[in-house]
């Protein structure tokens, strides 16, 4: 599969209160696209504008300028709908209701009925994990149940593309490998998925790209491999008395500096200038205990980009 299910270009959308006095620039020239067939996690502070754009995309509300174009089609047209799936942010289902009954609910908006309903529904609760739970009402629920019912509301209408606003949120431990291995189920059946979240180490484990959103700017977008990559960077555990006169010697010449405990950290342009550094400090009697090599996590990229474009003057 070749085509993108997601093409924006320059999205903008600006709210203004009932009296037009207070406007609110919520998302800002927005490019973006994602392929079919993957897994986008879309990051952002809270107030970013993410809610904003999978309302854009699904036509809940509309563009101050700009445009997009879902699988293919023009976002205004309402046919597309049909193959779309949307899980919400902090959904809530009338807590009388079964988990069966939701989604039997859910299914005949979507015109679905009688005997294809039902299978739909056993499929789903199945595939969720949740068949044993078909007849207990959702006010028994626990968070990650709700949200995993959440999802196969979301996949009733068999859709290509699903937005998934927070899928995780208040979900343990357990519940969220359950969602994630859900979600990798959904691509390995050639779904594309778009996901908002803030849980970034869970975000690390699936997403094939991420876009990161700052005050509606996408400051940084690629895979995660390119965003957490980091240039060759070491931690080093250094003993003897003349460690810390080493450092002095050579943190011009070596971008080296002392940590705490005995550690120091050292940047290096490649192999061969940290095996003539660690000649030189076993040259000058040093032992070397430990050297780690370093690297971003996504949640340490994103604090970092976001305070940069924070400082950047982004506004
Ligand atoms: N209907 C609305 N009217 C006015 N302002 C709105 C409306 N919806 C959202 N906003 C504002 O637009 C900005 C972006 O909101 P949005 O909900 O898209 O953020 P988000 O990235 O989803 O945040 P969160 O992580 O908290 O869910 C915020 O400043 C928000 O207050
Ligand atoms: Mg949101």
Excluded at 192 to 203: C, G, P
């Amino acid at each position: 599969m070749d085509f993108n299910s997601i093409e924006t270009t320059g999205l903008t959308k600006v709210y203004s209160s009932s009296f037009g006095k207070r406007k609110v620039q919520a998302l800002t020239g927005l490019d973006l696209t994602v392929s079919a067939g993957t897994i986008f996690g879309f990051l952002g502070p809270n107030g970013a504008g993410k809610t904003t754009l999978i309302k854009l995309l699904l036509g809940i509300t509309f563009p101050t300028s700009g445009s997009a174009r879902i699988l293919g089609e023009d976002i205004s047209g309402y046919k597309i709908k049909s193959r779309i799936g949307y899980l919400p942010e902090n959904h809530k289902y009338p807590p009388y209701l079964t988990g069966g009954e939701v989604l039997d609910f859910f299914g005949k908006l979507s015109g679905m009925e009688g005997d294809l309903l039902k299978k739909k529904i056993d499929e789903l609760l199945e595939l969720v994990n949740l068949s044993q739970w078909k007849k207990t009402k959702v006010k028994n629920y626990s968070k990650g149940m709700m949200q995993r019912l959440g999802l196969a509301q979301a996949l009733l209408n068999d859709p290509e593309l699903i937005f998934l606003d927070e899928p995780t949120d208040g979900v343990d431990p357990i519940g969220r490998k359950e969602i994630r291995d859900i979600l990798t189920e959904l691509k390995s059946r050639s779904k594309t998925i778009f996901l908002n979240s803030h849980l970034l180490s869970e975000v690390e484990l699936i997403t094939d790209r991420v876009g990161i959103l700052n005050r509606g700017k996408l400051i940084r977008e690629g895979t995660v491999k390119e965003l957490t990559q980091k240039n060759e960077e070491y931690k080093l555990n250094l003993e003897g008395s003349n460690v810390d006169s080493f450092i002095k010697q050579y943190q011009d010449i070596f971008q080296i500096s002392k940590l705490n405990n005995g550690y120091c950290n050292l940047k290096v342009s490649d192999a061969n200038e940290l095996n003539n550094i660690l000649d030189k400090l076993r040259g000058e009697g040093i032992m070397v205990k430990e050297i780690v090599q370093q690297k971003n996590s996504l949640e340490e990229i994103f604090i970092s980009l976001i305070s940069e474009s924070e400082k950047g003057g982004l506004k």
